[in-house]
């Protein structure tokens, strides 16, 4: 079993910059492919960034260049470093995690065996 408990969410205009943290316990961290998606009310779950077990990364082309994300295995974490947000941007943001023992991306949410809560980040115009 992994708990992931995200933080960081928040109120601010376009342009401005958020960070989102992710804390997981339990389970073996590094053995996790990390995943960041988000949802928009009346929209489906949708990919944001991933991080494999080996903490290469891979972005959807929405956030590409303006999001980075990165892993800390020491301290359980996955942080998302937002930056030039926009109006289109605001959704519940989630951290998920897929048990692997490979170093490949999950883009698939259904692939997750875990998620946390969410963080809401609403982006004004």
């Known amino acids: 079993q992994v708990q992931l408990v995200e933080s960081g969410g928040g109120l601010v205009q376009a342009g401005g910059s958020l960070r989102l943290s992710c804390a997981a316990s339990?389970?073996?961290?590094?053995?996790?492919?990390m995943g960041w998606f988000r949802q928009a009310p009346g929209k489906e779950r949708e990919l944001v960034a991933v991080?494999?077990?080996?903490?290469?990364?891979a972005y959807a082309d929405s956030v590409k260049g303006r999001f980075t994300t990165s892993r800390d295995n020491a301290k359980n974490m996955v942080d998302l470093q937002m930056t030039s947000l926009r109006p289109d941007d605001t959704a519940v943001y989630y951290c998920?995690?897929?048990?692997?023992?490979?170093?490949?991306?999950?883009?698939?949410?259904?692939?997750?065996?875990?998620w946390g809560q969410g963080t809401q980040v609403t982006v004004s115009s």
């Open positions: 991080l494999s077990t080996g903490r290469s990364t």
């Open positions: 998920g995690a897929k048990f692997t023992r490979t170093t490949g991306f999950y883009y698939n949410p259904a692939s997750y065996d875990y």
């Open positions: 339990g389970r073996t961290f590094s053995d996790y492919a």
